[in-house]
């Protein structure tokens, strides 16, 4: 009901912001027929994963790991670009991310090595060494170009194993480590970022201005240096955590829309929606807010849908959270319920990203809010992770069924050796 709802919204509020996707592709049904296409070819995905049994998942790890590792590397050095970062593959008219799966196989390969090394104490002392060792060459290529996804990714991870009784004290030690690493980031970024980098306007630009040639653009590939490459988004996550960090007030007069659009048009849309909201189909920033039908789709929720539609959504992802815990509470067997946890703690915690970039608590991250977002990939994978937890509850449901018919038959059966006797 969930995946539902969530889908129902997007097809909504997608079509309601794709109006600058009309106007460039002067067919205005093109962008929600696709987006359609896409939720349908989902749907198909989450009913063929709910039919598989959760045993077999074990089997499809090792598969996603070397393909997810495999499309990562080939991303990264020949990649599609957009908005300042190799991120897709072009396939056949598609894109697509390959960090996407990385996400799922990842929580997948940790699932599997918690529940192996799980004892009546807790996890085993070399559990968090096997994790990190298969997850963190994973996440440094990811931050490469998408450090956000990196972090979700490792967050997600880390919850994980807190969940399956890694002990404390390595998680704190952990922790430490994450901070130091944490702060020596952010100095590097803030020695190597250019501070002329421009997030918003580079949006704005690549939005209206003529697609550049292929030959100019290989051409502008070809003169950077390893290092440049290396270090070419550092720019703009400096731009991003400079942003967010000025507290200063601006008057409305005086504030740079053009520099700043990504922020100044959501804090607009949500300003101007009220309790009620503008309802669907009314906003009046998804043309000026670049990324309105995906990065920042939750600010046109809320314009069109008010307060209310904002909490709607939220409480849907934290239903999906709440069910998940109730389907892993009731698994028999150790590898499922850390999947189920897993699974969700990736989806929701992915759509608090969101949410809290739409509303100015984060800086501009460029995560899109599962299932709801315009999207290839990220709606795929996401129902077939929805797919993944259905089919675990579908598990559970049929081994708590046989457990109750056993039981009931051996008390017949005493029940019936009684009466003999």
Avoid at 106 to 125: K, N
């Amino acid at each position: 009901m969930v995946l539902f709802l969530l889908c129902t919204i997007s097809l909504i509020e997608v079509f309601s912001a794709s109006s600058m996707l009309s106007y460039k592709g002067g067919n205005y049904w093109s962008p929600i027929i696709k987006h359609a296409g896409t939720i349908l070819f989902g749907m198909v995905m989450t009913v063929l994963v709910l039919h598989i049994d959760c045993r077999y998942f074990k089997i499809a790890t090792v598969v996603m790991l070397f393909f997810s590792a495999i499309t990562l590397v080939y991303v990264l050095l020949w990649g599609k670009s957009e908005n300042d970062a190799s991120r897709w593959i072009g396939l056949m008219g598609f894109q697509f991310q390959p960090s996407e799966m990385a996400k799922g196989a990842l929580v997948l390969a940790t699932a599997q090595i918690l529940s192996a090394m799980q004892t009546d104490q807790g996890a085993e002392e070399h559990t968090m060494k096997r994790i990190l060792k298969l997850t963190l060459p994973f996440v440094a290529i990811i931050a490469l170009e998408n450090l956000s996804t990196a972090v979700l990714i490792f967050l997600v991870i880390c919850m994980m194993m807190f969940i399956g009784r890694v002990p404390m004290r390595q998680l704190g030690k952990l922790m430490g480590v994450l901070m130091i690493g944490l702060v020596s980031v952010v100095a590097l970024i803030w020695i190597v970022g250019d501070d002329n980098e421009d997030d918003g306007k580079k949006v704005l630009t690549e939005k209206t201005a003529p697609a550049q040639t292929s030959a100019n653009a290989n051409e502008g590939k070809k003169t950077l240096s390893w290092a440049e490459k290396l270090f070419h988004r550092a720019g703009t996550w400096k731009g991003r955590i400079k942003k967010f960090l000025n507290n200063e007030e601006v008057p409305p007069n005086e504030y740079d829309l053009a520099n700043n659009q990504q922020v100044g048009y959501a804090n607009i849309a949500i300003a101007s929606s009220g309790i009620v909201g503008k309802m669907p189909g009314n906003s009046e920033v998804r043309d000026y807010l670049p990324q309105a039908f995906s990065d920042f789709i939750y600010a046109i929720i809320i314009e069109e849908m008010g307060i209310w539609g904002a909490f709607i959504v939220a409480m849907l992802y934290i239903i999906l959270l709440f069910q998940s815990g109730r389907i892993a509470a009731r698994c028999v067997n150790k590898f499922p319920a850390f999947l189920v946890m897993g699974l969700a703690l990736l989806m929701v915690t992915q759509a608090l990203f969101n949410m809290a970039v739409a509303v100015g608590l984060a800086p501009v991250t460029g995560q899109p809010l599962p299932l709801v977002s315009k999207g290839g990939s990220s709606t795929v994978f996401s129902c077939i992770y929805i797919g993944a937890i259905l089919s675990v509850s579908r598990s559970a449901k049929q081994i708590a069924s046989a457990t109750e018919n056993r039981k009931r038959k051996k008390e017949e059966e005493g029940d019936e050796k009684f009466d003999r006797q």
